[in-house]
């Protein structure tokens, strides 16, 4: 469990890093920001990144269920009760194979179909979410079990 709960935190400072970069302007690993947009949200039409508070908020909520992902393999700990921490688990689970799975449907696709996204999130935006989905449910049962 501790190598699953420290490989889901890397993953998510990696993806907090990102979008804090992205927060603060930085276009990489596209050459601007609409084609950053296309890449990394997808949505029809759109040239520019969200705004700034919604990407630093993305960015913590990473950050945060990284230090989850610690706190149900018992490495981290915040002052909230043990059952708490257990629905975490199981809200950060539902988020990521929600995510995951919505990457495969119709209505998502009609929704962000600009390229590249549609193409990345195929092949590893979504199968990304089902993995942190799936490392989630391991956590949380071997947290509540």
């Not at 539902?94 to 193409?119: C, H, K, M, N, S």
Request: hydrophobic share 60%.
């Amino acid at each position: 469990m501790t190598l699953i709960a420290a490989l889901t935190f890397l993953i998510l400072a990696v993806i907090a890093a990102l979008h804090f970069a992205w927060a603060m302007g930085l276009t990489f690993p596209a050459a601007d920001a609409a084609e950053l947009s296309r890449m990394v949200t997808g949505f029809k039409r759109r040239d520019l990144m969200p705004g700034k508070p919604a990407t630093l908020l993305v960015s913590v909520a990473a950050l945060l269920a990284g230090f989850w992902a610690l706190m149900l393999a018992e490495w981290a700990w915040l002052p909230v009760p043990n059952w708490f921490v257990g629905l975490g688990g199981i809200v950060l689970t539902a988020v990521f194979l929600a995510r995951g799975i919505a990457g495969y449907t119709d209505r998502w696709r009609r929704l962000t179909p600009e390229q590249p996204f549609a193409r990345l999130d195929r092949k590893y935006y979504s199968p990304l979410c089902l993995v942190l989905g799936l490392f989630f449910i391991i956590l949380t049962l071997g947290y509540l079990l």
